[in-house]
């Protein structure tokens, strides 16, 4: 007979997606034997048996060579991953689009421009919603994906507080006249440092949380 196969999940909680719980999603996707066969999908990506009882956070990558602004952001997804997991959380980087209507300005290609926004915050909605992710870090490069990053926040509403890295977008913008409305029209947790230009040092250091993992105060919407 083979030997019985060890579970892993979180004390007292067992995929109960308590509130109170700080892997309230994460718990009911991870948690219990049913969803050994979710966990066994996340071994081959990096993940320990430790990893389970720690809230899942995810990273929202603007990535791509399409255009100077987000050409360095694959680089601040990593510190962000690594500073979630330094503070007690276990990250997942994924990606989504962007575009330049710098570039396509007078075209055809113009028509996608506004659109993308919709298209940025639908994805981000989707990963984080069915990967059971208790909280994520969008990081912005541009117009469009700044936007589209606030949107699929709102949506989704995970628990934030200042300080804590959940829910927490880096505005990394090349356009300084975007920075100053959208933080004072919905982000008004964020750090003065927000305002820091692309190419400073200290955008590298917002990218690590507080250690321990604080526990949220509140949530924002």
């Keep these: 007979m083979p030997p019985a196969m060890k579970t892993t999940f979180s ?37 320990k048996p430790d990893d389970f009882s720690k809230p899942l956070i995810g990273v929202a990558s603007t990535w791509s060579m399409v255009t100077p602004c987000n050409m360095h952001i694959d680089q601040l997804a990593r510190e962000a991953e690594a500073g979630a997991n330094a503070a007690g959380g276990k990250a ?24 993308s926004r919709e298209v940025i915050a ?31 926040i ?20 090349s356009k300084p006249w975007a920075r100053p409305p959208i ?10 440092s927000s305002n820091a230009p692309s190419p400073d040092p200290a955008r590298a250091a917002e990218c690590t949380p507080p250690t321990p993992w604080p526990a949220p105060s509140r949530r924002w919407v």
């Design 11 to 47: 004390k007292g909680n067992k995929g109960s997606g308590s509130s109170a719980s700080p892997r309230r999603f994460s718990s009911i996707v991870l948690d219990g034997p049913e969803r050994a066969p979710s966990r066994a999908m996340l071994y081959p990506v990096g993940f």
């Design 92 to 115: 997942i980087i994924f990606d989504t689009i962007t575009v330049s209507d710098g570039i396509s300005m007078g075209t055809e290609g113009m028509k996608y421009s506004l659109v």
């Design 154 to 173: 709102a949506r989704l509403n995970r628990a934030a507080s200042q300080g804590t890295l959940a829910n927490w977008i880096l505005f990394q913008c």
């Design 122 to 152: 639908d994805s981000i909605e989707t990963v984080v919603g069915c990967e059971g992710m208790d909280g994520f870090v969008a990081i912005g490069g541009c117009d469009k994906n700044m936007p589209g990053s606030l949107i699929a």
């Design 183 to 192: 933080r004072k029209l919905a982000m008004k947790n964020f750090k003065p």
